[in-house]
């Protein structure tokens, strides 16, 4: 990943126990215990071998009609509260050493298994070496604490529809499309 980014997606079920327990934990959240269906690692490893992973936290909805925009709300403010949680564990500075360690060594293990479900060289065109490689550095970083996190806290929605006409919608009013 050297001069370019990588994206691997990672369903969210495998992690919803502990995510579910970093929520009850965290105080002033504001999130309650909905959560979306994926994460999304943007992943990108500068000249000088500088690691930065945006994440974003993304709803999927599968519906035969249209969803209504309260609808649409709704399902991104699914994604808003992972979105929420995480970067209170992974991109702000942690309450103490504890939760330091157990936040960093959750993304490293997300990472890990979402490596892991991208590893067959037909997908991405490395080698498993170079795979492996890449997978080594990212996770390095990560659990060195030099690698760069943000999260889009306010995540994203993914909707399918019924419908001939395609929309990007901003449902949040922050300005950015994201339905």
């Known amino acids: 990943i050297q001069h370019e980014c990588l994206h691997l997606i990672l369903p969210v ?3 919803a126990e ?3 327990r970093i929520r009850q934990s965290l105080t002033g959240t504001g999130t309650t215990a909905q ?3 994926l994460l999304v690692f ?3 490893r500068t000249p000088s071998n500088i690691v930065t992973i945006k994440i974003t936290p993304v709803e999927v909805k599968f519906r035969q009609g249209t969803m209504s925009n309260n609808d649409l709300r709704d399902a991104l403010q699914q994604a808003a509260n992972l979105g929420t ?3 209170t564990l992974w991109a702000q500075p942690p309450e103490n050493d504890l939760w330091g360690v157990c936040g960093t060594t959750l ?3 997300c990472l890990d298994l979402a490596f892991r479900i991208y590893a067959d060289e037909t997908i991405h065109g490395k080698t498993p070496a170079e795979w492996s490689n890449i997978e ?3 996770l390095t970083a990560v659990l060195e604490g030099t690698a760069a996190i943000t999260l889009n806290t306010a995540g994203r929605v993914i909707a399918f529809e019924n419908t001939t006409t395609p ?3 901003d449902m949040d009013g922050d300005g950015r499309k994201d339905t």
Do not use: K, S, T
């Open 35 to 37: 959560r979306p269906d």
């Open 13 to 15: 079920d495998p992690y």
């Open 167 to 169: 929309a990007i919608l």
């Open 85 to 87: 949680i995480l970067d």
């Open 42 to 44: 943007a992943i990108h």
């Open 18 to 20: 502990p995510f579910e």
């Open 107 to 109: 993304l490293a293990r």
């Open 136 to 138: 080594q550095a990212v």
